[in-house]
């Protein structure tokens, strides 16, 4: 158990997360602490705990047996594959929260953990051993603690009644009443599923405002965090972006790139319709499932983003398998897709028969009835830290630019260091995302090797970051101004931060990259001069050697 514990502080390092002076700079949270012991768990460990909460004379033993090892599996992976923050500022921050929620179920508290996520998608789910993962992305869009206490209320209010677990019994009681099932059963099994996930959500807000109003929070702030939720699918991004001027292109270049732009997107055949059918039809392509039986995924997520855990190499099953995904490829190759694009579309309805959850004006009516029935009055309630609260807003919009680095996505990680900046001018941190992005930009564009699964795309070409995406396609492919403008600005920001190692590095890589080699030799030779046992010294000596080989 110790080599394991040593071999996990070495991969995940360590998560720490003290005040900082953020008109400075930021340093991201990494690991302190003891890391906790049910992240250790293996993986069997785990596997046979899950197995028992699924024990149910619905559920039969092959079944109970892949749903436990796919959740086992799940949560093994995330536990060990760096998106799980613990024992952080944040992470203990919302954990304070929980303990003033079950602070009178003290029996409940000890069965539920609560885990600050990095995954992309703004959600909080819910796993049947009582586990929750709380995504940074969500908090970053809450305006009030009480709104982080409502969707903690929600999430326990899934797991104290059982969600989960009726779920599965639901689906496996819908999958054992034909024994010929037909695609069209299929389908029609699968969208009773979701339709049943819906009713578990309006219970699961209703348990929750209840548990929420009795310890004295504001409702209002409930009923504000389904306008949030509504917002979520739309845009977050409400500050518009001058790529242009940050890039100090000037007013005569714009002109022409929008020119050229304007021309090859009017020399180019658009095939719209289409495009909106394939659009659709991918949607529902992603909603995979094996059999209807199988398919419920072993969490309950807050605003309907959740991916099913399930993984076919996890389990060992002889069963033959029928996926919605084929049942789609049927329909597909068999329909003329032309001829329903207006019914997909434009039927609201239709779209909402294909979520688990149900539309959040309807959770937010719902709430608003239960509201006026509700005899319970809103105390004054003692926060557990507005300041806190405030200060980690602040720190996620940094932890928020650093995953979306890791992640490659240097378009998002560039319009959000820009966004930012203009908060924090002087903060190191941030002008080291802008010129590490603007570099990986120009690499990928000089290689050829630039991909659209690692671009960013928007669902919306009206949203504030749609149009910035727009101006970022129309620089990125004219000739080399990314690459003049984007040295142009590391130049800068290496004269605003000349002890910066991370700056020096990339400014010197950049000449190499525009093929400058000697003033890029020159500015790595003096790196290693200044920084002789630096962060990069072994990099840069190694960039050197193949230069002069």
């Known amino acids: 158990m110790k080599q394991i514990f040593l071999l996990l502080i070495g991969f995940f390092g360590y998560f720490h997360c003290h005040s900082q002076d953020l008109s400075q700079n930021y340093t991201p949270i990494f690991l302190k602490s003891e890391i906790p012991s049910g992240v250790l768990e293996t993986y069997n460990k785990r596997k046979a705990d899950i197995n028992k909460l699924y024990v ?44 003033k929620i079950l602070e009178k179920e003290p029996i409940l508290r000890k069965e539920i953990n609560i885990y600050l996520t990095k995954f992309d998608i703004p959600n909080a789910t819910t796993f049947v051993d009582g586990t929750i993962f709380f995504n940074i992305t969500l908090f970053d ?82 009923l504000k965090t389904m306008d949030i939720l509504e917002k979520i699918n739309i845009d977050k991004n409400e500050k518009e972006v001058n790529l242009y001027s940050f890039l100090k292109i000037d007013s005569l270049n714009k002109r022409k790139m929008e020119k050229d732009s304007l021309f090859l997107i009017n020399s180019t055949k658009i095939d719209t319709n289409k495009m909106a059918v394939e659009a659709i039809m991918d949607t529902l392509k992603a909603i995979s499932m094996d059999t209807i039986s199988k398919s419920t995924p072993v969490q309950i997520t807050l605003n309907g983003n959740e991916k099913t855990p399930n993984d076919s190499t996890t389990t060992k099953t002889t069963k033959k398998k029928r996926s919605y995904y084929n049942w789609i ?11 329903i694009d207006v019914t997909v579309t434009e039927r609201k309805e239709e779209q909402e028969d294909l979520s688990t959850h149900p539309d959040t004006k309807e959770r937010k009516d719902s709430l608003e009835r239960f509201l006026l029935l509700d005899s319970i009055k809103h105390q004054n309630k003692q926060s557990v830290s507005l300041q806190s609260f405030n200060y980690l807003k602040e720190v996620i919009r940094f932890e928020l630019i650093n995953n979306y680095q890791k992640r490659l996505k240097y378009r998002t990680t560039l319009y959000e260091g ?20 603007l570099y990986w930009l120009n690499y990928y564009k000089n290689n050829k090797s630039i991909s659209y699964n690692n671009f960013e795309v928007s669902n919306d070409d009206s949203t504030v970051f749609s149009r910035y995406l727009i101006d970022f396609q129309d620089i990125y492919n004219y000739d080399y101004t990314l690459s003049r403008q984007g040295l142009q600005y590391i130049e800068e920001a290496n004269n605003r931060f000349p002890n910066s190692e991370n700056i020096n590095l990339y400014l010197g890589k950049m000449y190499l990259l525009n093929d400058d080699k000697e003033k890029g030799k020159a500015i790595l030779n003096n790196y290693l001069k200044n920084h002789p046992n630096g962060q990069f010294t072994i990099h840069v000596e190694s960039i050197l050697k193949n230069l002069n080989p």
């Open 56 to 99: 149910s004379d619905k559920i039969e033993k092959e079944d109970r047996d892949f749903l436990s090892s796919s959740a086992a599996y799940y949560l093994q992976r995330s536990f060990q594959g760096g998106q799980i923050y613990y024992n952080d500022t944040i992470s203990n921050y919302v954990n304070k929260l929980a303990d």
């Open 141 to 222: 869009w809450l305006t009030s603690e009480d709104q982080i206490v409502f969707i903690l209320c929600h999430e326990i209010s899934h797991y104290k009644l059982k969600h989960s677990l009726k779920q599965i019994e639901y689906n496996l009681s819908l999958s054992k009443k034909k024994k010929n099932i037909t695609e069209e059963d299929e389908l029609e099994q699968y969208l009773k599923s979701l339709s049943f996930s819906r009713t578990q959500e309006l219970e699961a807000d209703k348990a929750g405002l209840e548990m929420y109003q009795k310890l004295g929070y504001d409702p209002q702030e409930a």
């Open 329 to 339: 490829n049927t329909i597909t190759t068999k329909t003329d897709t032309s001829k």
């Open 418 to 437: 820009i966004v930012l900046k203009e908060d924090y001018p002087k903060n190191l941190f941030i002008e080291e995302m802008l010129v590490k992005s």
